[in-house]
Structure formats: structure tokens, C-alpha cells
């Protein structure tokens, strides 16, 4: 296994998938805290009168978070596409047969 300075230098695999697993779990956790923040901001409207709006957010806030997290998927899956694609290049570049020699 090699140690994460040698996978730093080295070129010899890419550093971009860690990467974008590493922000997608990152903004999974900012997403929930703002989901919970708003859940808290709507009991707090419904105790201090204004229960339309905080059953609004109680309501709206999970509806939304959930959205919000299929969307943060995707785009964290279009990056990684970019990563994918470039590693089977490389497969199919690794396959083919050697023409220079002819």
C-alpha cells in the first residue's frame, strides 16, 4: 500500500476521486446542518407566535434538504465522470495493440 506523500508526488493515480468523495461528504454534513438549522429556526417561530411560518419551515426544510442532496450527488458524480472516463482511457489505450513497431 503506498503511503499518501508517494501517491502525492507520484502521478500514478489520481488524486481527484479522494477528492471529490472527500467534498461530498463534506457537503453532506453542511447540507444536514443547515436542514437541522432551519428545523430549529422553525420551532423557534412556532414558540414565539408565528406558527405558519414555523410550520412552514418544519415542513419545507426536509422537502428541500432532500432535493438539495440528489443534486449535490449529481454533481459530484459529473466530476467524478471526468476521473472515470480519463482511467478507461487508459484501459483501452493499454489494450490496444503496439502499432509503432510497424
Known sequence: ????????IGFDRLLGPTLVR?????GLVGLAFF???T????LMSIFTGNI????????AAP?????????????CELFMLAFLAYERMGEIRDRL??????
Open 1 to 8: 500500500m503506498q503511503s499518501i506523500l508517494q501517491r502525492f
Open 22 to 26: 472527500l467534498v461530498y461528504y463534506v
Open 35 to 37: 436542514v437541522g438549522m
Open 39 to 42: 428545523m430549529f429556526v422553525g
Open 52 to 59: 405558519g411560518q414555523g410550520a412552514m419551515q418544519l415542513i
Open 63 to 75: 422537502a428541500i434538504g432532500a432535493v438539495a442532496i440528489v443534486y449535490w450527488r449529481f454533481l
Open 97 to 102: 495493440p503496439d502499432y509503432s513497431k510497424f
